[in-house]
T-cell receptor
Framework: GAGVSQSPRYKVAKRGQDVALRCDPI?????LFWYQQALGQGPEFLTY????????KSGLPSDRFFAERPEGSVSTLKIQRTQQEDSAVYLC?????????????FGPGTRLTVL | DQQVKQNSPSLSVQEGRISILNCDYT??????FLWYKKYPAEGPTFLIS?????DKNEDGRFTVFLNKSAKHLSLHIVPSQPGDSAVYFC???????????FGTGTSLTVIP
């Protein structure tokens, strides 16, 4: 299984709860991206890592969102004090090359529902 | 403001005919474009890409056309097959940035 994996696949959280979403990229992929996809919309960029360095976090909607990739492979997206508007599918993607010059391989996503 | 637009939310095509999916963009800095296909409960899967130095790229039944002056790209699928039924997203990026901008998707249904 050489694809991008994400866990959990589904997460239900009560408003105010903290959640952590995990992404396992394809081994050796330098770039890792997180996206948020609301119902009926396309994926929207959240943040970008090149190895362990978070080079762009301009898409994170608030300071409640935090992402890390400490060893340059697995990444975690954390959302603190979840709100109903955080309900969405969170997609992780990785690519072999730097930045956006290469196709991205997506995981299946984590569907977050905040009640 | 949506920088990549797919104005047709859905499209139905008879099996064997051509499917044409359209995408428009507003940012003239975009120089790399991709099409993704998405089945329910799965992540998007890469289909085909094109860089701005080309105006056409072909891969089997899939061809992407880029019209830079019109800021428009299209994906042609011929012949269409029932297994092509999915949501198709176009995405664009600029070499000065770190993100892809996605359209809202077009749901293609190929009728057997």
């Amino acid at each position: 299984g050489a694809g991008v994996s994400q866990s959990p696949r589904y997460k239900v959280a009560k408003r105010g709860q903290d959640v952590a979403l995990r992404c396992d990229p394809i081994s050796g992929h330098v770039s890792l991206f997180w996206y948020q996809q609301a119902l009926g919309q396309g994926p929207e960029f959240l943040t970008y890592f090149q190895n362990e360095a978070q080079l762009d976090k301009s898409g994170l909607p608030s300071d409640r969102f935090f992402a890390e990739r400490p060893e340059g492979s697995v990444s975690t997206l954390k959302i603190q004090r979840t709100q109903q508007e955080d309900s969405a599918v969170y997609l992780c993607a990785s690519s072999l090359d730097l930045g956006t010059r290469d196709e991205q391989f997506f995981g299946p996503g984590t569907r977050l529902t905040v009640l | 403001d949506q920088q990549v637009k797919q104005n047709s939310p859905s499209l139905s095509v008879q099996e064997g005919r051509i499917s044409i999916l359209n995408c428009d963009y507003t940012n003239s800095m975009f120089d790399y474009f991709l099409w993704y296909k998405k089945y329910p409960a799965e992540g998007p899967t890469f289909l085909i890409s094109i860089s701005s130095i080309k105006d056409k790229n072909e891969d089997g039944r899939f061809t992407v056309f880029l019209n830079k002056s019109a800021k428009h790209l299209s994906l042609h699928i011929v012949p269409s097959q029932p297994g092509d039924s999915a949501v198709y997203f176009c995405a664009a990026s600029a070499n000065t940035g770190n993100q892809f901008y996605f359209g809202t998707g077009t749901s293609l249904t190929v009728i057997p």
